[in-house]
Nanobody, 122 residues
């Protein structure tokens, strides 16, 4: 069964850090592009970060550049999103998704996880 599962969401204070995990089962994640997206209450889905399946090229949304890092652990069949210097506006449900090509749009991604809640608040 093909499945993506996110974990690592939590309540964190402004300026804090979290690392989200996206674990794949039923397929080998290293052969797929992975995107992290988020949706805050009342807002549209926003692309956060993406990693290519061809050259492991990494891409970031403007609002998270210099603060977030995406990386793979192929041995664990996972992709991580390291989030530093968190701000209240980073509060959202974070989703990972996989697809055959890397893209900033959510449309090419075929498989999605159920999401994990990140709340940044004092």
């Amino acid at each position: 069964q093909v499945q993506l599962v996110e974990s690592g969401g939590d309540l964190v204070s402004p300026g804090g850090s979290l690392t989200l995990s996206c674990t794949a089962s039923g397929f080998t994640l290293q052969y797929y592009a992975v995107g992290w997206f988020r949706r805050a209450p009342g807002k549209e889905r926003e692309g956060v970060s993406y990693i290519s399946n061809r050259d492991n090229g990494k891409y970031y949304g403007d609002s998270v550049k210099e603060r977030f890092t995406i990386f793979r652990d192929n041995a664990k069949n996972r992709v991580y999103l390291q989030m530093n210097s968190l701000k209240p506006e980073d509060t959202a449900v974070y989703y990972c998704a996989s697809g055959t090509v890397v893209a900033r749009s959510h449309r090419p991604y075929e498989f999605w996880g159920q999401g994990t809640q990140v709340t940044v608040s004092s």
